[in-house]
């Protein structure tokens, strides 16, 4: 599998066609941004631990909870062959304790558990600052089909189950993740993009201590030490 024209370079990751129209190449990168990418900066060895992690995530899912997702093969340790897809323009984001953004809006202190798992969408339009949107906004402005939302939100419970059961057995509380779908050409929705510690929430289940992004975002230091200590409970 070789990579030919490079598609498209976003902020962590760029995709590059291949020979096969079906198949694209991603590449991850050490580039980290938050706050609608207001701040910026690098954190080292991220790209491979984020390529490795979600590569290992995307596998166990499909294999023990039949969640159909884009991964194909890894190449190297940044570089994966995925199926080319159309991504659903949504963020769509599950929450289990309350932190970041919820616990702002609704006034609940982080680290709040929840009465039950939440589900969320977030419209992808970076020019927007990626708004909340709900069901009724996705289907009237044709964003998703009823049918797409339904198998997304079926898919993205199953998703939660199957990555609380994992971080468990590695001493890490899933507090919340955002994840992405994409379309096949036949027009089935599998799942997309990464699950990284840039894209959960991971909380050590004794300490509490952040092992995320969030180490980035709040400048609290020890940023590459939580993607290793991450990379080396799973085993990679
Ligand atoms: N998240 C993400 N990308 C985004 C926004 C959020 O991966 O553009 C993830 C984030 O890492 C967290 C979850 O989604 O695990 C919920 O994030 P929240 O809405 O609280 O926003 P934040 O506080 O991260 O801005």
């Known amino acids: 599998m070789q990579k030919t024209q490079q598609l498209y370079e976003g902020k962590a990751k760029k995709v590059f066609r291949t020979d096969d129209p079906d198949l694209y190449i991603v590449d991850y990168k050490d580039d980290a941004t938050a706050f609608d990418g207001k701040k910026k900066g690098q954190i080292a060895g991220?790209?491979?631990?984020?390529?490795?992690?979600?590569?290992?995530?995307?596998?166990?899912?499909?294999?023990?909870?039949?969640?159909?997702?884009h991964f194909v093969e890894e190449l190297s340790d940044r570089e994966t062959v995925v199926k080319r897809v159309e991504i659903v323009p949504l963020e769509v984001i599950v929450r289990n304790v309350a932190a970041g953004s919820f616990s702002k809006r609704f006034g609940v202190e982080e680290g709040t558990k929840l009465l039950q798992p939440t589900?969320?969408?977030?419209?992808?339009?970076?020019?927007?600052?990626?708004?909340?949107?709900?069901?009724?906004h996705i289907l009237a402005l044709g964003k998703a089909t009823k049918q797409e939302l339904d198998t997304i939100a079926d898919i993205t419970m199953k998703v939660n189950e199957?990555?609380?059961?994992?971080?468990?057995?590695?001493?890490?509380?899933?507090?919340?993740?955002?994840?992405?779908?994409?379309?096949?050409?036949?027009?089935?929705?599998?799942?997309?993009?990464?699950?990284?510690?840039d894209t959960c929430r991971l909380w050590d289940s004794e300490t509490?201590?952040?092992?995320?992004?969030?180490?980035?975002?709040?400048?609290?230091?020890?940023?590459?030490e939580a993607y290793a200590e991450v990379f080396k409970r799973l085993g990679l």
């Open 119 to 136: 589900l969320e969408f977030c419209l992808k339009d970076d020019a927007l600052g990626d708004p909340m949107i709900n069901e009724s």
């Open 46 to 69: 991220k790209g491979v631990v984020n390529n490795r992690m979600s590569n290992l995530l995307m596998q166990y899912l499909s294999r023990q909870y039949g969640i159909p997702t």
């Open 208 to 224: 509490h201590e952040k092992l995320d992004k969030d180490r980035f975002r709040r400048d609290m230091g020890n940023v590459e």
């Open 162 to 197: 199957g990555l609380i059961a994992f971080f468990k057995e590695i001493g890490i509380d899933l507090i919340d993740f955002k994840i992405e779908f994409g379309r096949l050409p036949d027009g089935s929705i599998i799942l997309a993009d990464e699950i990284s510690p």
